[in-house]
């Protein structure tokens, strides 16, 4: 018998409490007044203003003042078929009752990562983290453990994480020269850009050079196939492909947010190059804290003391990886991923979603570019074509903020920049979505003139 049966009066009086508070709407003032106190900058520091969820079910949210939400934030990503998926509670529920970490190997994880594996072109093996930040850290230290060099080429703007190494020329405000890195961050030590070499997306004439000129100095390439909202260029993975393994240096697909979200096989596989080593994130959890580094068997032979030797050997451990209950879920979530028509489902409301975004901004006169991939995409207000982190860059920051927080008084929750599209938005969240835009920009146009 449950120590807390469902109608145990303790529980009954909180809960009535609590939908007291929320009808009085004083929760969510208290809890934001506590935040102010105890988080700095009042948050989690993951999204800006001060939303408080308390619920997610399909494609919608509730925040604690219960205010109902088409919810596009989806928790950075995670929950592509939808919060509180009924498939994936009752996973987790089942394993929870059975225990839920026990830092040794359990079945959950082992059958994921066989998943991985068939799913993924790169994936000959796999190891998990907990956090995109940890697997991109270890991609790049397990490809500069496998080369034997130190500096590592990514792209600016790309986002690897919040390492020391993922924060250089992540978002800089005032791009520098090429190729030299700059931190994003107070408290990162000088010597990292000494490590790290830049090249602007979809320039693949610069990479080139750049390889070409270090290629004896580096350890790896790490890339988002699609960087932020930028898909690639025609032929850029690919010649990236090419260089890369004209010399041996490992590429790295930062496959966090692409990873069974673009397809099944993630961003490899809808765009057809396949790297060495990848990175995945969020969809694989579930919505529970898992990642993982995945690719060719001879480099992720350096996390296997007994095949390299201890000179070439580097240890990765987590408390909580591969823990079974993120694992119960990524395996629910796979499932419904398989399903016959759960991409073209996604496909199709992202098209309908980014069709009336685009339509609702260009008919109040706004002169907009709606870069990304029916699953993801945003509006970016500008005249000219993205194609890069500074042409993104470009775009009216102060316009999009917003147009975002007349999304938000209109029951549609997102982040500052992308639309994250689930496989459980219905019609009634397109519709809603829709009508918000076309009222949003009429709004905005009104007040801009
Ligand atoms: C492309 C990419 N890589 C890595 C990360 C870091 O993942 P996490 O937030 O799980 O540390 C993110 C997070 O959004 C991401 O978008």
């Not at 600016?156 to 924060?167: A, I």
């Not at 060495?276 to 996390?303: E, N, Q, S, W, Y």
Request: proline fraction near 6%; charged fraction near 20%.
């Amino acid at each position: 018998m449950s120590a807390f049966p469902a109608d145990d009066p303790v529980l009954v009086t909180r809960r009535q409490a609590m939908d007291q508070d929320i009808a009085q709407g004083t929760r969510e003032a208290d809890l934001a007044a506590i935040a102010r106190r105890v988080l700095p900058g009042g948050g989690f520091g993951n999204i800006e203003g001060d939303a408080i969820i308390r619920a997610g079910r399909a494609g919608r949210v509730w925040d604690v003042a219960g205010r109902e939400y088409v919810d596009f934030l989806l928790g950075s990503g995670p929950m592509l078929v939808g919060h509180a998926h009924p498939d994936v509670t009752e996973a987790v529920q089942a394993q929870v009752a059975n225990g839920t970490t026990f830092f040794a190997s359990n079945e959950h994880g082992i059958r994921l990562a066989e998943e991985i594996v068939s799913a993924v072109p790169c994936a000959e093996q796999v190891r998990f983290t907990s956090s995109g930040t940890e697997a991109d850290a270890y991609a790049m230290r397990l490809a500069r453990a496998f080369r034997r060099r130190d500096k590592i080429l990514k792209f600016e703007g790309g986002y690897h994480g919040m390492s020391d190494y993922g924060m250089m020329s992540l978002w800089p405000s005032k791009p520098g020269n090429f190729p030299q890195a700059a931190p994003d961050s107070a408290g990162i030590p000088a010597n990292v850009r000494d490590n790290m070499l830049v090249c602007p997306y979809n320039d693949l004439a610069s990479a080139v050079a750049l390889i070409r000129a270090h290629h004896d100095e580096l350890g790896g390439v790490i890339v988002e196939p699609m960087q932020r909202l930028v898909p690639p260029a025609e032929g850029f993975l690919q010649g990236l492909r090419e260089i890369t393994a004209e010399f041996g240096i490992p590429l790295i697909f930062d496959e966090v947010v692409t990873g069974f979200r673009l397809a099944y096989g993630g961003g490899q596989t809808y765009y057809g190059v396949t790297p060495d080593l990848c990175t995945l994130g969020k969809v694989i959890g579930g919505g529970f804290p898992l990642a993982a580094i995945a690719g060719r068997a001879d480099i992720m032979a350096h996390f296997d003391r007994g095949i390299v030797g201890e000179a070439g050997f580097t240890p990765q451990i987590g408390t909580l990886s591969g823990n079974p209950i993120a694992a119960a879920a990524g395996l629910a979530t796979l499932a419904i991923l398989r399903r016959p028509g759960a991409y073209e489902r996604i496909f199709a409301n992202g098209r309908a979603i980014r069709e009336g975004l685009e339509r609702g901004l260009r008919d109040a006169g706004f002169a907009v570019q709606v870069p990304g991939e029916p699953p993801m995409f945003d509006a970016i207000f500008t005249a000219n074509p993205v194609t890069d982190y500074r042409s993104a860059l470009a775009g009216d920051a102060a316009l999009s903020k917003r147009f975002n927080a007349k999304l938000r008084e209109r029951g549609v929750f997102k982040s500052a920049n992308k639309i994250y599209i689930s496989l459980a938005h219905d019609e009634a969240d397109i519709a809603l979505a829709v009508a918000a835009f076309a009222d949003a920009a009429r709004e905005l146009r009104e007040e801009v003139g």
